[in-house]
């Protein structure tokens, strides 16, 4: 089993609709969990930094961290053409510590 | 921009030569971490570097190798290169880790194709 695990998609939704993106891990050790954006031929950029359980939320996103069933998950809502890229999830044990990452999942809004 | 720069953007090579990547972090970043990114695999973590100290060690093969100079800059060192080292690798620095989030800034990485 994979540590982490993410649907590769790729998810095609229209413009304005809620997304949700999902990752299962498997090392209860996890306590830091991180979504990055990439965009294509770009580094990967962090939008949302989360620790241990509960919701996040900034701006149009949110974040939802479930540590019980090892589920965490990120909301667009309103999204937009320009959220189309593939999303991340990643998460590591200590603050300082390696970060391990999910293959990502596609996104593609469509206008 | 991210601030953290990587050089060359592209690199093409042939099989069993010898290739560096250079990353210049963040002005005031004292943690370079290395990436490979390819489609099978995913975004994987090589190796790190705090203060020109290695920190931790992914799943870095024994013909790659990598430094981090007093200034900060960081190489990675590709040896023996086989078709299968053909990937993005991606350099990325943080804050100094007993602070904040720890949020690591990636580059725009340099891809790498052997032949």
């Known amino acids: 089993q994979k540590e982490v695990e993410q649907d590769p998609g790729p998810l095609s939704v229209p413009e304005g609709a809620i997304v949700s993106l999902n990752c299962t891990y498997s090392?209860?050790?996890?306590?830091?969990f991180m979504w990055y954006r990439q965009y294509s031929r770009k580094g990967p950029e962090l939008l949302m930094y989360?620790?241990?359980?509960g919701n996040k939320e900034d701006g149009r996103f949110t974040a939802q961290v479930d540590k019980s069933s090892k589920y965490i998950s990120l909301f667009i809502r309103d999204s937009q053409p320009s959220d189309s890229a593939t999303y991340l999830c990643?998460?590591?044990?200590?603050?300082?510590?390696?970060?391990?990452f999910g293959k990502g999942t596609r996104l593609h809004i469509l206008p | 921009d991210s601030g953290v720069t990587q050089t060359p953007k592209h690199l093409i090579t042939a099989t069993g030569q010898r290739v560096t990547l250079r990353c210049s972090p963040r002005s005031g970043d004292l943690s370079v971490y290395w990436y490979q990114q390819s489609l099978d695999q995913g975004l994987q973590f090589l190796i790190q570097?705090?203060?020109?100290?290695?920190?931790a060690k992914g799943n870095i093969l024994e013909r790659f190798s990598a430094q981090q100079f007093p200034d900060l800059h960081s190489e990675l060192n590709l040896s023996s290169l086989e078709l299968g080292d053909s990937a993005l690798y991606f350099c990325a620095s943080s804050v100094e880790v007993l602070a904040g989030d720890n949020e690591q800034f990636f580059g725009p990485g340099t891809r790498l194709t052997v032949l």
């Open positions: 990643a998460m590591s044990a200590f603050r300082d510590d390696k970060i391990i």
């Open positions: 989360t620790y241990s359980s």
């Open positions: 570097y705090y203060n020109g100290e290695e920190r």
């Open positions: 090392n209860s050790a996890f306590q830091y």
